[in-house]
């Protein structure tokens, strides 16, 4: 069974030389965030993701969580290492102080979580909703609710979930059937939810639930729904536990992967009524929810990037270890990573998660700018950045987590379809990841419509021209000139497809909204191409000046070189589906299938 090991000086080499710390420590509440604190923080969390959350990734896997008499179990091991993350503070890293956390910046936190994530992801899924449900009472609790509720979630102690999907509603949460009646200074919620994440479980004495419901009066539709909060159990006026809330977990889930996760169908006010508290104002409950998504989806991104991770480290390993026949070139038997094709694998799983990680952390920083930017031009230029990176960071890197995650049972062979060699977990787990928070599909739709189209284009042009900007001053630096060639043209291809699609939308929006997935992608590889050309630049920079890293930098220079020629000419084909493809889409009638 492979055991993870956190690539803590690629991780490094994104944080403190690609994007800086230095962008976000001079900021407010951001100062101890020094390269000191990232390394000591980072080494720290290594240990505690490899050796104590790392090595119940399989057996948690194996055994699953259970529901007997109306409650959860977790899997053997997970409570005690639980306890261990509690006391450790881990669950309150990039947390407002006032309640508890430590004020980190996201651009510490995303690599901390692609180690959790990496080592153990049905554990870390737990923490994960938490920290979405902490930020939405930050963001729309009274003071009341806040004292009431975030010391207790930031320090771990109570967990938080999201309840929004029921059986009849999905995505499309206009269905909603769950209502809220006032009662006093509460409401008495009705109703039930599936796909509950850690709905029940028994780490915690309580479990505070963010539930949409409707209120009598509701207007229909989603301009009608409002957030409530639920706990499993309720707190009296000192802040201790009184009396069960009427909340039932209903069953468990049985599912592809994830297993040690608790995923739970739950029953509210089958004995009268849930008692909650209202979130924010009337009728505006989807709008609070989203601070509490959009954070979860950011998350769910860095999950993508973390299974690819894990999966590519036990492809490395078993290929450094299993000799199977004579490469090409040599004259006796030797480890498979000798052969030109698994060479070929490899290197493309590496380029890939490289890009992904470059991705991920630049979308975590943008996030720490338009939360603690003291100029207003630039924090609203950060949060217009972060608005549209979050879509592509969840479609774009969960969509390469799974592919790797297939594409790394190629170097196993057949072992890899073994269950003990655990490659086929990391594709069974990875496969979630493009579904919930909204499928690949939902973050397409979201990034045209919401992000394309409603602005005309004006936020993606921000971005290509900071990017032309870019590639323009590594000219004259011929070690990264087919890196800087490769996203130049990826550069083209989005800007002529962002065109047409605001072209097309006005008369046909079907069509644009058609080719929304292959221009997420093709976004995703501009992106992160754009990144892995400035980390060619400063790895040519450094191996100019002279360093004792030199096989580290050449490694990084090759990596973006081997992305430009085998990845980034993907974007001439997602170019052609987007401008040329529309005609053969919208012929494609639904009475065809």
């Known amino acids: 069974m492979d055991a993870y090991r956190a690539p803590l000086r690629d991780m490094a080499f994104v944080v403190k030389e690609l994007l800086g710390l230095g962008r976000v420590n001079h900021l407010p509440g951001f100062e101890e965030a020094t390269d000191d604190l990232f390394d000591a923080v980072q080494e720290e969390c290594g240990r505690f993701s490899q050796e104590v959350i790392g090595p119940l990734n399989h057996t948690g896997d194996q055994q699953g969580a259970t529901l007997q008499n109306g409650a959860v179990s977790t899997p053997a091991g997970f409570k005690a290492a639980y306890q261990l993350f509690v006391a450790g503070g881990w669950n309150g890293l990039t947390c407002d102080p006032e309640y508890g956390g430590q004020g980190l910046p996201n651009l510490m936190g995303a690599p901390i979580e692609e180690m959790w994530h990496a080592a153990n992801m049905a554990f870390t899924l737990c923490p994960l909703l938490t920290r979405g449900a902490i930020e939405a009472i930050r963001f729309a609790g009274s003071e009341v609710l806040r004292s009431r509720y975030l010391p207790n979630m930031v320090g771990?102690?109570?967990?938080?979930?999201?309840?929004?999907?029921?059986?009849?509603?999905?995505?499309?949460?206009?269905?909603?059937?769950?209502?809220?009646?006032?009662?006093?200074?509460?409401?008495r919620i009705t109703g039930q939810k599936i796909f509950i994440t850690y709905g029940d479980q028994d780490l915690t004495d309580n479990i505070i639930h963010l539930v949409l419901a409707r209120l009598p009066d509701a207007p229909p539709g989603v301009k009608g729904i409002s957030l409530f909060v639920v706990p499993k159990f309720l707190i009296k006026e000192d802040g201790s536990l009184g009396a069960r809330n009427d909340v039932r977990t209903v069953s468990l889930e049985h599912k592809l992967g994830i297993h040690g996760s608790p995923t739970c169908v739950l029953a509210f006010g089958d004995e009268g009524g849930a008692v909650g508290d209202l979130l924010g104002e009337p009728n505006r409950g989807l709008e609070i929810m989203?601070?509490?998504?959009?954070?979860?989806?950011?998350?769910?991104?860095?999950?993508?990037?973390?299974?690819?991770?894990?999966?590519?480290?036990?492809?490395?390993?078993?290929?450094?270890?299993?000799?199977?026949?004579?490469?090409?070139g040599m004259t006796t038997p030797a480890p498979i990573v000798h052969h030109p094709d698994v060479r070929r694998v490899l290197s493309t799983l590496k380029s890939r998660i490289e890009a992904c990680r470059a991705l991920a952390y630049y979308a975590g920083q943008m996030l720490d700018l338009a939360r603690a930017e003291t100029d207003q031009t630039r924090r609203a230029a950060a949060q217009a950045r972060s608005d549209l990176l979050t879509p592509i960071v969840k479609g774009f890197c969960t969509e390469i987590g799974v592919w790797v995650s297939s594409e790394a049972l190629q170097v196993y062979g057949g072992m890899g379809y073994i269950e003990e060699t655990g490659a086929a977990q990391y594709l069974r787990d990875a496969r979630i990841t493009t579904i919930y928070e909204g499928t690949t599909g939902i973050q397409a739709n979201d990034l045209v419509g919401r992000k394309l189209l409603r602005d005309r284009g004006a936020m993606v042009r921000d971005l290509f021209e900071e990017i032309r900007t870019s590639l323009q001053s590594f000219a004259g630096q011929h070690a990264v000139a087919p890196v800087v060639v490769a996203v130049g043209r990826a550069l083209t291809s989005a800007e002529e497809a962002s065109a047409h699609l605001l072209a097309v939308s006005q008369t046909r929006p079907e069509e644009a909204f058609g080719a929304a997935v292959p221009y997420l992608h093709l976004m995703g590889w501009l992106i992160s191409g754009w990144l892995m050309a400035r980390s060619a630049v400063l790895a040519a920079t450094r191996l100019d000046e002279g360093t004792a890293e030199a096989d580290f930098y050449h490694a990084k220079l090759a990596t973006a070189r081997f992305l430009a020629d085998h990845g980034l000419r993907i974007c001439d084909s997602l170019h052609a589906s987007i401008v040329d493809g529309g005609a053969s889409l919208l012929a494609m009638d639904a009475a065809i299938f």
């Open 156 to 187: 771990g102690r109570w967990t938080g979930t999201m309840n929004l999907t029921e059986p009849q509603a999905g995505s499309d949460l206009a269905a909603l059937r769950t209502r809220a009646i006032p009662e006093g200074e509460h409401y």
């Open 290 to 328: 989203f601070i509490m998504m959009n954070a979860a989806r950011f998350s769910v991104g860095v999950q993508g990037l973390a299974i690819a991770e894990r999966a590519y480290q036990g492809a490395v390993r078993y290929a450094n270890e299993r000799v199977q026949g004579i490469p090409v």
